[in-house]
């Protein structure tokens, strides 16, 4: 009997290679709280991403939640965003007491479409959160533009972005701020985890605020914060993980090119092309089935038959959730196309240890759907 694949498998370093990096946190007894292992993984972030500031976060929602509050717009203020997204994205624009307006998709690469942003913009919109899916880069310089010309913040949802590179230079260096998600399911993952990377000095000590409790000293608590640090285990992980990421890239490159080989230009399929001046890693494997012989949900169920678990990533859209059935902004008329891809999109497994041969036979059961 085949194994059970899903949709990803965390990446994880050799067990004798993680005992070793936590073997000193038996030593000092010290777990969380911006220990040794958490400073190490901040500094060496800094250094892959050759980005000025990198504030570690227990999860990636947190990290973003807490940027949006840093950067303290009024409640009541317009962000423009897309619901072609996981729920956090839009989640913690809300749960700041700001209003999402949902912006469209781009056909192309799933990221927001740069040409309809301007029209959304009112005297109400106070930043632009635009989200990298699946590790695709939005048109970072079309937007910070955009951004400069009205004074609004861009804050990226980088999510799926880790170690992706436009022009050469890494996605944590575009806009005000760039939030990163290093859960197990990532290509860069912590366990659990997020960071927030961004140029502004001011930004270290205030988003530092937000993640404990606004405290700064043994006798001294200067802001109303929360607690969303990275304990040790999380930041060891991360510092092993690093070691091993790029060749793992490499290997999910392997991924995508069997994929390509076996599934591009097959009537009715749409696969995600290589963007043009974008390094990418390789994050999630999209195909969208449009006039295929079967839909996107028989393919899924056929392929749950053969124990595969692909996923909807992202179905329904954030803007049709239930909680936000009282959202003036909720409903996908206004975004035709991320509803069209929300209807088609089936993301197919994707990880740095997948075989080529099991690639072979979720192509072969994907393309035997279509023949039916
Ligand atoms: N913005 C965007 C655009 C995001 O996609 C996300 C997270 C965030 C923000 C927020 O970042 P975090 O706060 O999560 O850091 C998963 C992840 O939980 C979530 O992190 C991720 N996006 C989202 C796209 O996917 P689920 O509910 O689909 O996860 P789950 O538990 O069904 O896992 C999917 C597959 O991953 C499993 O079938 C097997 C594999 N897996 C899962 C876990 C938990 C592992 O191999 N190891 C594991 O430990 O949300």
Request: a negative charge; hydrophobic letters at 40%; glycine letters at 6%.
């Amino acid at each position: 009997m085949s194994e059970h694949i899903l949709v990803t498998r965390s990446s994880m370093p050799d067990f004798e290679e993680y005992c070793e990096e936590i073997r000193k946190l038996w030593d000092s007894h010290w777990l969380t709280n911006m220990g040794v292992e958490h400073e190490t993984l901040q500094k060496l972030l800094e250094d892959y991403l050759g980005c000025s500031h990198v504030v570690l976060y227990t999860n990636g929602h947190l990290a973003l939640e807490n940027v949006i509050a840093a950067m303290r717009f009024p409640k009541g203020g317009e962000v423009i965003t897309t619901p072609f997204t996981f729920a956090s994205t839009t989640h913690a624009i809300v749960r700041n007491g700001l209003t999402p307006i949902f912006c469209d998709v781009n056909p192309e690469d799933y990221t927001i479409d740069a040409d309809k942003i301007e029209s959304l913009i009112t005297d109400k919109t106070v930043a632009i959160v635009p989200v990298h899916v699946y590790g695709s880069m939005c048109d970072v310089e079309r937007i910070g533009e955009i951004g400069k010309k009205y004074g609004l913040k861009v804050i990226y949802d980088a999510a799926h972005a880790f170690a992706v590179k436009y022009k050469g230079v890494s996605s944590a260096n575009f806009g005000d701020a760039s939030m990163f998600s290093f859960h197990a399911t990532k290509v860069f993952n912590t366990i659990e985890g997020g960071a927030v990377c961004f140029p502004n000095d001011a930004l270290v000590e205030t988003l530092n605020d937000m993640k404990n409790f606004g405290i700064r000293g043994p006798e001294s608590c200067v802001f109303v914060g929360g607690n969303a640090k990275m304990n040790e285990f999380q930041a060891a992980m991360g510092i092993c993980n690093l070691r091993h990421l790029d060749r793992e890239i490499k290997k999910r490159a392997a991924v995508t090119e069997r994929y390509f080989a076996r599934l591009d230009g097959v009537p009715g399929l749409r696969l995600r092309k290589p963007q043009k001046d974008v390094e990418s890693n390789h994050a999630y494997f999209p195909v969208v089935f449009d006039g295929f012989g079967a839909t996107r949900n028989e393919v899924f169920d056929a392929l749950e038959e053969h124990g595969i678990t692909a996923r909807k990533y992202f179905y329904p859209l954030t803007s049709s959730f239930e909680c936000y059935a009282d959202l003036p902004t909720a409903g996908t008329e206004k975004t035709p196309v991320a509803a069209f891809l929300a209807d088609r999109v089936l993301t197919l497994p994707m990880y740095a240890d997948l075989s080529l041969e099991n690639v072979d036979r979720i192509c072969d059961i994907v393309l035997a759907c279509g023949r039916r």
